[in-house]
């Protein structure tokens, strides 16, 4: 079974500071997904990575296979940001249930 | 842009009635798949389903839930007899290569049992 840990749980930050997120898991993946809940509930997903890194606009996930970790950051962090953002491994195949496992969350709040 | 449209967006049903999901996956995805978050928890999977089957269930999906896709276009899941603990948003998926592919999304039905 694959745990999840992210960190932190819970994040507040003043607009334009650098926010970063952290995932650990514990099995071999073939993926990991970093999604962004807001609050009505629709989950989005930002970023698909196998290796490396990604950039997106503000938005950079890296991923370090080895060591089973991965990070999302967010540089120049405004109100809109603030959501929940959710780290989530794909097992390789043969490694159980083939959908996506959640980590908890972890819920940013950006101050103006 | 292709998106994944699940209706209905909130629904509220008395407890041992039956109800159904319905999601409408990006139309060239092979893959779909159902996902539940009771509220104040961490997103659960549910089932995958490829090649009209299930390809994995979770130890949550038992008897009571099942999936279909009826046409071409429609994915549903059905809860038999509703349970309390059922309340929850229940999230449909879909990728086109499966395992180690993005998934997209639904915006979520939101389930209500009284």
């Known amino acids: 079974k694959n745990e999840v840990e992210q960190s932190p749980q819970n994040l507040t930050a003043q607009e334009g500071e650098f926010i970063t997120i952290n995932c650990s898991y514990s099995v071999g993946i073939s993926a990991l997904h970093w999604l962004q809940q807001h609050p009505g509930g629709g989950i989005v997903s930002l970023f698909m990575?196998?290796?490396g890194k990604k950039k997106h606009g503000r938005l950079i996930a890296t991923i370090n296979i080895q060591e089973k970790h991965s990070s999302l950051h967010i540089t120049a962090s405004h109100p809109r940001d603030s959501a929940v953002y959710i780290c989530?491994?794909?097992?390789?195949?043969?490694?159980?249930?083939?959908?996506?496992?959640f980590g908890k969350g972890t819920h940013l709040i950006i101050q103006p | 842009e292709p998106e994944v449209t699940q209706t209905p967006s909130h629904q509220v049903t008395q407890m041992g009635q039956e109800v159904i999901l319905r999601c409408v996956p990006i139309?060239?995805?092979?893959?779909f798949y159902w996902y539940r978050q009771i509220l104040g928890q961490k997103v659960e999977f549910l089932v995958s389903f490829y090649n009209n089957e299930i390809s994995e269930k979770s130890e949550i999906f038992d008897d009571q839930f099942s999936v279909e896709r009826p046409d071409g276009s429609n994915f549903t899941l059905k809860i038999r007899s509703t349970k309390l603990e059922d309340s929850a948003m229940y999230f449909c998926a879909s990728s086109d290569l499966g395992l180690g592919t993005e998934a997209f999304f639904g915006q979520g039905t939101r389930l209500t049992v009284v």
């Open positions: 990575l196998s290796s």
């Open positions: 989530a491994p794909h097992p390789r195949a043969g490694g159980g249930a083939d959908g996506l496992t």
């Open positions: 139309s060239n995805h092979l893959y």
